[in-house]
């Protein structure tokens, strides 16, 4: 059965940094793609960030040269780095694997305040 359990969410003040997981089980996690997503109220999801099986990444222009994503195939595990946060960041984010991506995480929060 595939999980995806993300973790590292929070409250965080405007500039601040947050590191997301994403720990994956029941597939082959290295031969998938993977992408971080995200939800505001109100809004459509959109991805955020992307990586491939051979490491080649992807980000919106929103999030560029700030979040930063990585991947450790040893330990299973998808990673999104964001600094520089701001209040638009404030959104329910996902992982989600295996493009077109079957499978998904249940999200955790991330609120940015002013």
């Known amino acids: 059965q595939v999980q995806l359990v993300e973790s590292g969410g929070g409250s965080v003040q405007a500039g601040g940094s947050l590191k997301l997981s994403c720990a994956a089980s029941?597939?082959?996690?290295?031969?998938?793609?993977m992408g971080w997503f995200r939800q505001a109220p109100g809004k459509q999801r959109e991805l955020v960030s992307s990586?491939?099986?051979?490491?080649?990444?992807t980000y919106a222009n929103s999030v560029k040269g700030r979040f930063t994503i990585s991947r450790d195939n040893a330990k299973n595990t998808l990673y999104l780095q964001m600094n520089s946060l701001k209040t638009e960041d404030t959104a329910v984010y996902y992982c989600?694997?295996?493009?077109?991506?079957?499978?998904w995480g249940q999200g955790t929060q991330v609120t940015v305040s002013s």
């Open positions: 029941g597939y082959p996690f290295s031969v998938c793609g």
């Open positions: 989600a694997a295996c493009v077109p991506y079957r499978y």
């Open positions: 990586i491939s099986d051979t490491g080649t990444t």
